[in-house]
């Protein structure tokens, strides 16, 4: 709807006995740049999270989204979370929405965060934010993978993941560098997707745990924490640089 704003709050949660908290939930979710439009996700009353000033944010599917809001509900008998909307009398955009929302706290003593997403991403050439997420979880022994992702990226296009042991915000080719030297360079990998012409349809995915397992990076052993990022081909960028950056995703490696 035009110049609405609309509010959606969740019941009241008891993270008393809880050490840690991590929110997380899905979210399809479309706005106008932020002088125009502007989404909010709030911690009992706190800002964790609002769309970008400057562009338009424009999922093209579910993307998954996770919060450490330990700071603000560990110990609290009362957590609610908020999602906000204003809209402006220009255009009218998809908005919010929501899904597989939930706070959680991880076992106590395992040492192993939940991944957390950091950093903004580089808005590409068809008018999408490329954004990272994960599947499963990074571990020095387990058999099942875990796979650091992107979507929301250009079609069969280029990329290759990066990765380091500490996060950095620099300005590098139009977008945000948010992994620090030194980095680590992973392979090629085609992003497939729709068939010409390009869209937002193409994705990554990397096998962290293959990787650490292998032994091939000394840096890679349990406790260490990592923070990667995607690089891919964007023949169109806007900034004249041919390249689009994800966010960044920041994990610790558990037992």
């Known amino acids: 709807?035009?110049?609405a704003y609309n509010r959606l709050v969740s019941p009241t949660?008891?993270?008393s006995q809880a050490g840690n908290v991590t929110l997380s939930f899905r979210r399809w979710l479309t706005v106008d740049e932020g002088w125009l439009d502007r989404a909010e996700v709030l911690v009992n009353g706190?800002?964790?999270w609002r769309s970008p000033s400057a562009v338009p944010l424009i999922d093209t599917?579910?993307?998954p989204v996770t919060y450490d809001i330990?700071?603000?509900a560990a110990g609290n008998p009362a957590v609610q979370v908020e999602f906000r909307l204003r809209t402006n009398d220009v255009l009218a955009f998809g908005g919010w929405n929501l899904d597989a929302f939930e706070l959680s706290e991880r076992s106590p003593g395992s040492g192993c965060p939940p991944p957390v997403t950091y950093c903004t991403p580089k808005f590409n050439s068809q008018g999408c934010f490329p954004v990272m997420g994960y599947?499963?979880?990074?571990s020095a022994s387990s058999a099942e993978p875990f796979l650091a992702t992107a979507s929301n990226v250009l079609n069969n296009k280029p990329g290759l993941l990066f990765y380091g042991t500490a996060q950095d915000s620099q300005l590098f080719q139009g977008g945000l560098l948010c992994v620090q030297a030194p980095i680590q360079r992973t392979g090629l990998q085609m992003s497939d997707g729709n068939p010409?012409?390009?869209?937002c349809s193409g994705s990554y995915a990397f096998d962290f745990n293959a990787l650490i397992q292998s032994g091939s990076d000394p840096a890679l052993v349990q406790g260490a924490q990592v923070f990667c990022q995607y690089w891919y081909r964007d023949p169109g960028d806007p900034n004249g640089f041919g390249s689009g950056l994800t966010d960044a995703l920041r994990f610790t490696i558990c037992p």
Not at 135 to 138: K, S, W
Not at 196 to 199: A, Y
């Open 1 to 3: 709807a035009h110049n």
């Open 13 to 15: 949660v008891d993270c």
């Open 46 to 48: 706190q800002l964790v």
């Open 61 to 63: 599917e579910w993307v």
């Open 70 to 72: 330990t700071a603000l």
């Open 135 to 138: 599947e499963g979880m990074p």
């Open 196 to 199: 010409p012409p390009e869209d």
